[in-house]
Structure formats: structure tokens, C-alpha cells
């Protein structure tokens, strides 16, 4: 699966917060199994599946967030989503 699709599927726009913010879906949204742990085999698969893709998410947003800050975009671009206010 691709990373973009990814994300897609795990991180949901909530249109109500301000600013507008994307937020992490439970894991048990995509796989119920997750904390079902009555069938351990199915818990197993279901921890093996999520831990596979929060790795692939979590390397590439390291990755971007890396390539933002060599670049010197990236504390332009925070400062500009008021995470962090400017306080120079």
C-alpha cells in the first residue's frame, strides 16, 4: 500500500477544530482485532499489521519532516499553523 493511501486511510480532517487538524483513527477502526484479544492468533495478525504500517508512516513523516527542516521550511510552516507561536 502506498504511504499516501496510508495515511489516507489512518488520518481523518477534522474540519471542526482551528485550525482544521487531521487525527489519528483508533486502530481498532481498521483492525477490530486489535483488541479483541480473546483470539490470540487474530490479536497477533492484527498487531503485526498495524505495527507494519505505523512504521511506514511514522519513517516517511520523520523523513519529511527532516527534509522540511534542512531546507528551513519546516519552523516557517509551524510557526505560520500556530502549533508554536512566534516569540521573537
Known sequence: MKVYMLLCR???KDENAVPDAYILQPIST???DYIQK???EAFKKARGNWWTENTIMHQTMRS???TLSNNGDLSHRIQRSGIVE???
Request: no cysteine.
Open 10 to 12: 489512518w488520518y481523518t
Open 30 to 32: 481498521h483492525y477490530p
Open 38 to 40: 480473546n483470539d490470540k
Open 64 to 66: 519529511v519532516a527532516q
Open 86 to 88: 512566534n516569540n521573537t
